[in-house]
Nanobody, 124 residues
Framework: QVQLVETGGGLVQAGGSLRLSCLAS????????WAWFRQAPGKEREFVAS????????FYDASVKGRFTIVRDNAKSTVYLQMNNLKPEDTAVYYC?????????????????WGQGTQVTVSS
């Protein structure tokens, strides 16, 4: 079993930055792929970014590429999402997820564990 706790959300003005953290506990952190998803009110959950276990390759949705960066720190069992140049359309609840297969896929149904989410609100 893996427990995930996200922190770092909040209210920020457009153009600002936030760093989300996801602390994992319970099993070996380094053997999982990690991802961030988000869900805005009235919308389906969508892929944001992921990092694989096998070779630490990173993947991004086109809407965040160049603005967001996903990083993993195996020593701290933490995965981060650095979000720069935030836009109002980035407003959502952000979820951290772990995939035991280690690939970092974009589809949420392969992820085994989820955090409780952290709210990010970007004002215009």
């Amino acid at each position: 079993q893996v427990q995930l706790v996200e922190t770092g959300g909040g209210l920020v003005q457009a153009g600002g930055s936030l760093r989300l953290s996801c602390l994992a506990s319970g099993r070996t952190f380094s053997s999982y792929a990690w991802a961030w998803f988000r869900q805005a009110p009235g919308k389906e959950r969508e892929f944001v970014a992921s990092i694989s276990w096998t070779d630490s390759r990173t993947f991004y949705d086109a809407s965040v590429k160049g603005r967001f960066t996903i990083v993993r720190d195996n020593a701290k069992s933490t995965v981060y999402l650095q979000m720069n140049n935030l836009k109002p359309e980035d407003t959502a609840v952000y979820y951290c997820a772990a995939d035991a297969r280690g690939l970092g896929a974009r589809n949420d149904d392969v992820y085994d564990y989820w955090g409780q989410g952290t709210q990010v609100t970007v004002s215009s």
